[in-house]
């Protein structure tokens, strides 16, 4: 008999023991196991996303910067999930996405661009990190497949990654997106020397 746990040995029966008693002990053991299979049912139950994927715009910051320069999004979501470094998972990214697309798209005048075949690659590439980030929270697979989610929705699929993991941290601090504000500098006026 085979259980989520793995082995478990058919129940001994003594000697002296008459075949009702054994029955009795079955049934308990079935009663026991039932219960600790629902159980761990309910401590598998997946949790939800804390945003929807079509919700970039609840965050500005990582919207913007997901829009413009998806590639620091990713590699500050991989550096937080330690699958790889982030100036590692920063270039790989910007290779596939920047580079595959624009020399697919000069190679076949724009064919290969429309059929969807440069974005294999870079969904095919983020979707494991996604998989890691579901396993890390035991998140769904929603909206759909993670190698589905990122080939029709890779800019919105980081930023939702990289809310998901500023939600669930904790610590804002230490994933959040440093961007240098500059500060004009005091007005100066030129005087005049009347006195001299």
Known sequence: MKNQRGYVPPTYIPLGQSDSDAD???????????????????????????????A?????????IGLFCPCFLFGKNAE???SGTFLGSCVTHFVLWTLVNTACCFLTDGILLGVGVPGCFVSIYACGYRRALRSKYNLQEAPCGDLVTHFFCHLCAICQ?????????????????KVAVVT???IQTMQSDANQ
């Open 24 to 54: 009795a002990i079955s049934q308990l053991q079935k009663k026991e196991e039932q219960q600790s299979a629902g159980s761990n049912g309910a401590n598998q139950m997946q949790n939800q996303w804390s945003s929807g994927i079509c």
């Open 56 to 64: 970039c715009c609840d965050d500005m910051q990582s919207c913007c």
């Open 80 to 82: 937080f999930l330690g």
């Open 161 to 177: 990654e990289y809310r998901e993991i500023r939600e669930r941290s904790g610590d804002s601090e230490a994933t959040d997106i």
């Open 184 to 186: 004009a500098p005091p």
